[in-house]
């Protein structure tokens, strides 16, 4: 079964303030991390959720496996 697409103006409509999910965009894929108490305020050291965070994962202190313990909620379409 295919994912649903979301849009970027979508997403970032679940930051945890317009709506209670907290999902970020990581490489076309949208995770949800609604229940990680790291991004309980919408934003994780300075990266804000309902972005795509390809770009930013460059600068954290971890690689990109910390994604496999989210759940896949949809894809990012331009």
């Known amino acids: 079964m295919p994912l649903p697409t979301y849009t970027r103006s979508q997403l970032a409509s679940r930051n945890g303030v317009d709506r209670d999910e907290i999902w970020v965009a990581y490489r076309g894929m949208i995770y949800d ?3 990680s ?3 309980r305020q919408g934003t994780h050291y300075g990266h804000w959720s309902g972005q795509d965070l390809t770009e930013e994962l460059a600068e954290a202190p971890h690689a990109e496996e910390v994604f496999r313990r989210m ?3 949809g894809e990012l379409v331009e």
């Open 33 to 35: 991390v609604t229940g």
């Open 37 to 39: 108490r790291h991004w």
């Open 71 to 73: 759940q896949v909620v």
